[in-house]
């Protein structure tokens, strides 16, 4: 450090020191505020270095945003992200979730949902230190945020992803006739009934990546799919049913 004699209009009372971006260029400021003589409000904000140091740039989003939901509680994980001047084991994450009923907000952290800058910073800022986090909430259609953090509070975009849990609407409802099983990464639907069935196979999220009819007396062995949970829907005889299938 260069020693330097303190501005006049930094000397304060009672004040404190705080690293954080107020000019919003991505750098950390170094600013005091407190109380001068006669009350008022004294504050400054000086550049670190006087701006020889390389500006910081902020981290990647994470990847690989999953979530699910179990018992109650929505489980949510990513990969950790990178940054040219924090290593990612520094990095922490902010999160915001929108419930998708009212539109109602919350986040880890306050911040611009859309920008990613945190609307608060210095020593006073609280953050997620790993790469997953569950949450309690009532069952519902949520749309979920994670962004990563850097050691100078610049905050990456978000990822996004938004997840309704499936309900079994119709436990009683099943057509024994009908044998799902899963092996080499496939669905196979067996249908020994009288009559065809019509099927649809969906993500955890609601993406449908195939649907079709299986024949009477036929076995659909259906395209190879990413492991995975997946939900398929089975209709006939004016019945439907869901069931969970796991794809290793």
Do not use: H
Request: some cysteine; glycine content about 8%.
């Amino acid at each position: 450090f260069t020693a330097a004699e303190v501005p006049e209009n930094m000397r304060a009372r009672s004040g404190s020191v705080n690293l954080v971006d107020i000019d919003n260029d991505g750098n950390q400021d170094y600013a005091n505020t407190g109380w001068r003589d006669g009350w008022a409000t004294a504050f400054a904000i000086n550049k670190l270095a006087n701006g020889s140091l390389p500006s910081n740039t902020p981290p990647s989003a994470p990847e690989n945003f999953l979530v699910s939901y179990n018992n109650g509680k929505y489980n949510l994980s990513w990969n950790a992200a990178g940054d040219t001047e924090t290593a990612t084991d520094a990095l922490r994450y902010n999160l915001f979730i929108v419930d998708e009923k009212n539109d109602r907000i919350f986040a880890y952290a306050p911040v611009d949902t859309l920008s990613g800058k945190l609307k608060t910073g210095g020593g006073n800022i609280t953050l997620i230190n790993q790469t997953s986090f569950e949450v309690k909430l009532s069952e519902g259609k949520y749309r979920f945020g994670i962004q990563s953090i850097d050691q100078a509070d610049a905050g990456s975009g978000f990822e996004t992803y938004t997840y309704e849990p499936i309900i079994d609407q119709i436990k009683n409802i099943s057509l024994s006739d009908v044998k799902l099983n899963s092996k080499d990464r496939r669905i196979e639907i067996r249908n020994t009934a009288s009559s065809e069935i019509s099927y649809s196979i969906t993500t955890v999220n609601g993406q449908t990546v195939e649907k079709g009819i299986a024949g009477t007396g036929s076995t659909c062995s259906l395209q190879r799919l990413i492991p995975g949970i997946y939900l398929v829907k089975l209709t006939g005889n004016n019945n439907s049913f869901y069931q969970k299938v796991i794809v290793f």
